[in-house]
């Protein structure tokens, strides 16, 4: 068994020093959902990016929100830091459909 730290199931980051988090793949029924390891800006920014009812919907798999549209922007960037937190706004489309 290796002591490798577990690499983020979005950006596949990973290291001693950035946090990791559990992300219920399917929001509202933690009890039954499913769980990835996701480093804390990649927990942050889909929770900006995405509604409960989305990730429930459409996005109930960590391949689905690594391929999904409006998560590959902040991918390409993110993969190419050394940043453990993120400043995170809510988007407003977000704020509309919530």
């Not at 020093?17 to 920014?45: F, G, N």
């Not at 050394?82 to 400043?87: E, F, L, P, R």
Request: charged content about 30%; aromatic content about 6%; hydrophobic content about 30%.
């Amino acid at each position: 068994m290796s002591n490798e730290p577990e690499p983020c199931a979005l950006c596949g980051r990973y290291g001693d020093a950035l946090p990791m988090e559990r992300h219920h793949l399917v929001p509202e029924h933690r009890k039954e959902s499913p769980v990835v390891m996701v480093c804390s800006p990649c927990h942050d920014q889909l929770h900006a990016l995405f509604t409960n009812e989305e990730l429930i919907e459409e996005y109930h798999t960590a391949q689905k929100l690594r391929e999904a549209d409006r998560m590959q922007s902040y991918l390409d960037w993110i993969r190419t830091t050394n940043k453990t937190s993120i400043d995170v706004r809510t988007s407003n489309d977000v704020r509309r459909r919530r």
